[in-house]
Protein backbone atom coordinates (compact mmCIF):
# COMPACT_ATOMS: atom_id res chain seq x y z
CA UNK A 1 0.00 0.00 0.00
CA UNK A 2 1.29 3.74 -0.85
CA UNK A 3 2.29 5.55 1.81
CA UNK A 4 0.42 8.71 2.08
CA UNK A 5 1.53 12.15 3.86
CA UNK A 6 -0.41 12.87 6.63
CA UNK A 7 -0.58 14.87 9.89
CA UNK A 8 -0.82 12.98 13.54
CA UNK A 9 -3.50 13.76 15.99
CA UNK A 10 -2.71 13.83 19.71
CA UNK A 11 -2.45 10.12 20.24
CA UNK A 12 -0.26 9.62 17.39
CA UNK A 13 -2.40 8.05 14.68
CA UNK A 14 -2.56 9.58 11.06
CA UNK A 15 -4.79 12.19 10.20
CA UNK A 16 -4.89 12.34 6.23
CA UNK A 17 -5.44 15.70 4.32
CA UNK A 18 -8.46 16.62 2.89
CA UNK A 19 -8.68 17.21 -0.34
CA UNK A 20 -8.61 15.54 -3.79
CA UNK A 21 -5.22 13.23 -4.44
CA UNK A 22 -3.95 14.20 -8.45
CA UNK A 23 -0.55 12.77 -8.07
CA UNK A 24 1.26 10.40 -5.29
CA UNK A 25 4.87 9.88 -6.41
CA UNK A 26 5.55 7.32 -4.11
CA UNK A 27 3.53 5.33 -6.90
CA UNK A 28 5.89 5.81 -9.33
CA UNK A 29 9.87 5.54 -9.58
CA UNK A 30 10.75 8.60 -8.04
CA UNK A 31 13.84 8.99 -5.85
CA UNK A 32 13.27 11.96 -3.82
CA UNK A 33 11.70 13.46 -0.78
CA UNK A 34 7.56 11.96 -0.74
CA UNK A 35 5.39 14.24 -2.85
CA UNK A 36 2.05 14.59 -3.71
CA UNK A 37 -0.51 16.80 -5.69
CA UNK A 38 -3.77 17.53 -4.31
CA UNK A 39 -7.00 19.61 -5.06
CA UNK A 40 -8.90 21.35 -2.72
CA UNK A 41 -12.01 22.87 -2.85
CA UNK A 42 -14.64 24.52 -0.12
CA UNK A 43 -14.34 24.66 3.42
CA UNK A 44 -12.04 22.29 6.17
CA UNK A 45 -11.11 22.14 9.44
CA UNK A 46 -8.64 20.08 11.82
CA UNK A 47 -8.71 19.36 14.90
CA UNK A 48 -5.52 19.34 17.33
CA UNK A 49 -2.71 17.75 15.12
CA UNK A 50 0.85 18.26 14.21
CA UNK A 51 3.50 17.15 10.83
CA UNK A 52 6.26 14.69 12.13
CA UNK A 53 8.05 15.65 9.67
CA UNK A 54 9.20 18.98 7.85
CA UNK A 55 6.37 19.89 5.21
CA UNK A 56 6.66 22.04 1.96
CA UNK A 57 3.01 23.48 0.41
CA UNK A 58 3.13 25.11 -2.92
CA UNK A 59 -0.23 27.01 -4.09
CA UNK A 60 0.05 26.25 -7.95
CA UNK A 61 -3.17 27.37 -9.14
CA UNK A 62 -5.99 28.89 -6.69
CA UNK A 63 -6.29 30.37 -3.82
CA UNK A 64 -6.63 29.72 0.16
CA UNK A 65 -7.29 31.66 3.47
CA UNK A 66 -7.40 30.65 7.00
CA UNK A 67 -6.52 30.28 10.38
CA UNK A 68 -4.61 28.22 12.45
CA UNK A 69 -4.83 28.49 16.71
CA UNK A 70 -2.23 27.92 18.53
CA UNK A 71 -2.53 28.56 22.53
CA UNK A 72 -4.43 31.80 22.57
CA UNK A 73 -3.18 33.43 19.41
CA UNK A 74 -4.81 32.69 15.82
CA UNK A 75 -2.82 32.82 13.14
CA UNK A 76 -4.20 33.89 9.82
CA UNK A 77 -2.73 32.75 6.52
CA UNK A 78 -3.72 33.11 3.00
CA UNK A 79 -2.42 32.64 0.09
CA UNK A 80 -2.90 33.01 -3.91
CA UNK A 81 -0.68 30.69 -6.49
CA UNK A 82 2.70 31.05 -6.13
CA UNK A 83 2.35 30.85 -2.03
CA UNK A 84 4.59 28.92 -0.25
CA UNK A 85 3.60 26.91 3.56
CA UNK A 86 6.83 26.07 5.26
CA UNK A 87 6.35 23.74 8.53
CA UNK A 88 9.25 22.78 11.00
CA UNK A 89 9.32 19.51 12.43
CA UNK A 90 6.37 19.20 14.99
CA UNK A 91 4.65 22.19 14.60
CA UNK A 92 1.41 21.36 16.45
CA UNK A 93 -2.00 22.92 16.33
CA UNK A 94 -5.18 22.93 18.56
CA UNK A 95 -7.50 23.68 15.76
CA UNK A 96 -6.98 24.77 11.82
CA UNK A 97 -10.04 26.07 9.60
CA UNK A 98 -9.42 26.86 6.02
CA UNK A 99 -11.89 27.81 3.07
CA UNK A 100 -11.01 28.40 -0.71
CA UNK A 101 -10.26 26.73 -3.89
CA UNK A 102 -7.33 24.71 -4.72
CA UNK A 103 -7.13 23.19 -7.99
CA UNK A 104 -3.59 22.45 -7.63
CA UNK A 105 -0.94 22.44 -4.57
CA UNK A 106 2.36 20.62 -4.40
CA UNK A 107 2.81 18.71 -0.93
CA UNK A 108 6.51 17.54 -0.40
CA UNK A 109 7.57 15.67 2.96
CA UNK A 110 11.38 15.49 4.31
CA UNK A 111 11.28 12.29 6.02
CA UNK A 112 14.70 11.44 8.37
CA UNK A 113 15.09 7.98 6.49
CA UNK A 114 14.72 9.71 2.55
CA UNK A 115 17.65 12.39 4.23
CA UNK A 116 20.09 10.42 5.75
CA UNK A 117 20.40 8.37 2.65
CA UNK A 118 20.68 11.45 0.55
CA UNK A 119 23.16 13.11 2.92
CA UNK A 120 24.43 10.45 4.72
CA UNK A 121 26.76 12.68 6.57
CA UNK A 122 23.78 14.58 8.68
CA UNK A 123 21.71 13.56 11.20
CA UNK A 124 18.78 12.84 9.44
CA UNK A 125 16.87 16.13 10.48
CA UNK A 126 16.33 19.29 8.75
CA UNK A 127 15.29 22.16 11.50
CA UNK A 128 13.11 24.84 9.96
CA UNK A 129 11.20 27.75 10.79
CA UNK A 130 7.80 27.92 9.90
CA UNK A 131 6.25 30.34 7.83
CA UNK A 132 2.49 30.44 6.88
CA UNK A 133 2.61 31.33 3.39
CA UNK A 134 5.70 33.04 1.89
CA UNK A 135 7.29 33.50 -2.05
CA UNK A 136 10.25 32.47 -3.30
CA UNK A 137 10.80 31.76 -7.14
CA UNK A 138 14.08 29.84 -6.22
CA UNK A 139 12.11 27.45 -4.20
CA UNK A 140 9.18 27.12 -6.39
CA UNK A 141 11.31 26.26 -9.64
CA UNK A 142 13.25 22.98 -7.35
CA UNK A 143 9.29 22.04 -6.53
CA UNK A 144 7.85 22.19 -9.67
CA UNK A 145 10.49 20.61 -11.34
CA UNK A 146 10.17 17.85 -9.04
CA UNK A 147 6.61 17.51 -10.03
CA UNK A 148 7.12 17.69 -13.82
CA UNK A 149 9.90 14.61 -13.06
CA UNK A 150 7.38 13.13 -11.94
CA UNK A 151 4.55 13.55 -14.43
CA UNK A 152 7.21 12.49 -16.69
CA UNK A 153 7.43 9.19 -15.27
CA UNK A 154 10.49 10.04 -14.22
CA UNK A 155 12.68 9.47 -17.21
CA UNK A 156 15.61 11.44 -16.00
CA UNK A 157 16.47 8.60 -13.86
CA UNK A 158 17.39 8.25 -10.13
CA UNK A 159 19.94 10.93 -10.36
CA UNK A 160 17.69 13.53 -11.13
CA UNK A 161 15.64 13.06 -8.72
CA UNK A 162 18.19 12.74 -5.94
CA UNK A 163 19.91 15.69 -7.10
CA UNK A 164 16.51 17.71 -7.04
CA UNK A 165 15.98 16.57 -3.34
CA UNK A 166 19.03 17.30 -2.33
CA UNK A 167 19.13 21.00 -3.96
CA UNK A 168 16.03 21.36 -2.19
CA UNK A 169 17.19 20.48 0.79
CA UNK A 170 20.88 22.77 1.13
CA UNK A 171 18.44 25.71 -0.58
CA UNK A 172 15.94 24.91 2.68
CA UNK A 173 18.58 24.45 5.41
CA UNK A 174 20.59 27.81 4.35
CA UNK A 175 17.75 30.09 3.43
CA UNK A 176 14.62 28.83 6.02
CA UNK A 177 17.54 26.75 8.62
CA UNK A 178 16.06 27.54 12.41
CA UNK A 179 18.03 30.30 14.44
CA UNK A 180 20.45 27.46 15.97
CA UNK A 181 21.43 27.17 12.06
CA UNK A 182 22.17 30.32 10.69
CA UNK A 183 24.76 32.56 12.37
CA UNK A 184 23.97 35.93 12.74
CA UNK A 185 26.31 38.98 11.75
CA UNK A 186 27.76 40.62 15.02
CA UNK A 187 25.83 43.25 16.14
CA UNK A 188 23.32 43.30 13.02
CA UNK A 189 20.18 41.13 11.80
CA UNK A 190 21.32 38.33 9.39
CA UNK A 191 19.48 38.03 5.60
CA UNK A 192 17.18 35.22 7.00
CA UNK A 193 16.30 37.68 9.81
CA UNK A 194 14.92 40.29 8.40
CA UNK A 195 13.33 37.80 5.92
CA UNK A 196 11.29 36.24 8.97
CA UNK A 197 10.74 39.74 10.22
CA UNK A 198 9.11 40.65 6.85
CA UNK A 199 7.00 37.37 6.93
CA UNK A 200 5.71 37.84 10.26
CA UNK A 201 4.79 41.17 9.96
CA UNK A 202 2.79 40.47 6.73
CA UNK A 203 1.02 37.81 8.38
CA UNK A 204 -0.06 40.13 11.37
CA UNK A 205 -0.39 43.59 9.38
CA UNK A 206 -3.73 43.90 10.93
CA UNK A 207 -2.99 43.14 13.93
CA UNK A 208 -2.44 46.01 16.74
CA UNK A 209 1.29 43.88 17.95
CA UNK A 210 4.38 45.24 19.96
CA UNK A 211 7.88 45.38 19.10
CA UNK A 212 8.32 42.43 22.05
CA UNK A 213 6.13 40.12 19.89
CA UNK A 214 8.43 41.04 16.93
CA UNK A 215 11.14 40.34 19.00
CA UNK A 216 10.17 37.39 20.08
CA UNK A 217 10.24 35.42 16.87
CA UNK A 218 13.67 36.14 16.26
CA UNK A 219 13.95 35.14 20.10
CA UNK A 220 15.41 38.49 21.25
CA UNK A 221 14.33 40.86 23.76
CA UNK A 222 12.53 43.98 22.41
CA UNK A 223 15.86 46.36 23.22
CA UNK A 224 18.28 43.84 21.63
CA UNK A 225 16.12 43.46 18.80
CA UNK A 226 15.39 47.22 18.26
CA UNK A 227 19.06 48.15 18.72
CA UNK A 228 20.08 45.11 15.75
CA UNK A 229 16.96 45.99 13.57
CA UNK A 230 18.19 49.59 13.45
CA UNK A 231 21.51 49.05 12.89
CA UNK A 232 20.78 46.08 10.01
CA UNK A 233 18.19 48.93 8.25
CA UNK A 234 18.73 52.12 9.71
CA UNK A 235 15.10 52.15 10.42
CA UNK A 236 13.40 51.93 13.44
CA UNK A 237 10.70 48.66 13.85
CA UNK A 238 8.14 51.24 14.61
CA UNK A 239 8.99 53.40 10.95
CA UNK A 240 9.44 50.27 9.08
CA UNK A 241 5.68 48.37 10.27
CA UNK A 242 3.78 52.18 9.22
CA UNK A 243 6.10 51.59 5.84
CA UNK A 244 4.75 48.20 5.30
CA UNK A 245 1.30 49.70 6.17
CA UNK A 246 0.87 52.33 3.90
CA UNK A 247 2.88 50.13 1.31
CA UNK A 248 -0.19 47.60 1.33
CA UNK A 249 -2.39 50.35 1.76
CA UNK A 250 -2.04 51.76 -1.61
CA UNK A 251 -2.35 48.35 -3.28
CA UNK A 252 -6.09 48.56 -1.62
CA UNK A 253 -6.25 52.15 -2.66
CA UNK A 254 -6.94 50.97 -6.45
CA UNK A 255 -9.99 49.02 -4.75
CA UNK A 256 -13.39 49.46 -4.17
CA UNK A 257 -12.44 49.63 0.27
CA UNK A 258 -13.59 52.77 1.66
CA UNK A 259 -10.54 54.32 3.45
CA UNK A 260 -11.83 53.31 7.11
CA UNK A 261 -11.79 50.07 5.52
CA UNK A 262 -8.62 50.02 4.31
CA UNK A 263 -7.54 51.80 7.90
CA UNK A 264 -8.66 48.71 9.78
CA UNK A 265 -7.28 45.62 6.84
CA UNK A 266 -3.68 47.41 7.19
CA UNK A 267 -3.63 47.76 10.94
CA UNK A 268 -4.32 51.51 12.05
CA UNK A 269 -5.90 52.14 14.61
CA UNK A 270 -8.53 55.16 13.08
CA UNK A 271 -8.42 56.53 9.60
CA UNK A 272 -7.35 59.50 11.33
CA UNK A 273 -3.98 57.84 11.87
CA UNK A 274 -4.24 56.53 8.86
CA UNK A 275 -4.19 59.51 7.15
CA UNK A 276 -1.68 60.78 9.35
CA UNK A 277 0.82 58.27 8.44
CA UNK A 278 0.03 57.72 5.10
CA UNK A 279 0.79 62.03 4.85
CA UNK A 280 4.10 61.90 6.87
CA UNK A 281 5.27 58.52 4.21
CA UNK A 282 3.99 59.70 0.55
CA UNK A 283 3.09 63.53 0.82
CA UNK A 284 -0.19 63.43 0.07
CA UNK A 285 -3.44 62.19 1.56
CA UNK A 286 -4.89 58.65 1.24
CA UNK A 287 -7.74 60.34 -0.98
CA UNK A 288 -5.83 62.62 -3.04
CA UNK A 289 -3.62 59.64 -3.66
CA UNK A 290 -6.52 57.35 -4.66
CA UNK A 291 -8.07 60.22 -7.23
CA UNK A 292 -4.25 60.76 -8.58
Same mark, same amino acid.
Given at each position: ????? @? #? ?8 ? =? *? ?13 ? =?????? !???? *????? !? ?11 ? /? ?39 ? #? ?32 ? *??? #? ?23 ? #? ?6 ? $? ?9 ? /?????? $? ?13 ? +?? @? ?16 ? +? ?22 ? +? ?19 ? @? @???? =???? =? ?14
Amino acid at each position: MTREI @S #LLDTSGKPLP =F *DGRMLMNAQATAWQG =FALEVR !AMSG *DGENP !ACYNPHPLIGLCV /RGHVKGAMTRGRRQHPFESNAGGIFIFEQGYEVERATWTGE #LAETIVLEIRPEALRSLMPEGDGELHLQTHLSTT *DAT #LSALVIAMRDEVERGCSSGRLHAQG #LSMALASY $LRNRYGATGNT /RRPRGR $LSQNDLRRVYDWVMQ +HL @SEDFGIDELAAELHLSAV +HFTRLFRASTGATPYRYVMEQRVR +HALSLLRGNQSLAEIAQAVGF @S @SQAH =FTQV =FRQLVGTTPARARRG
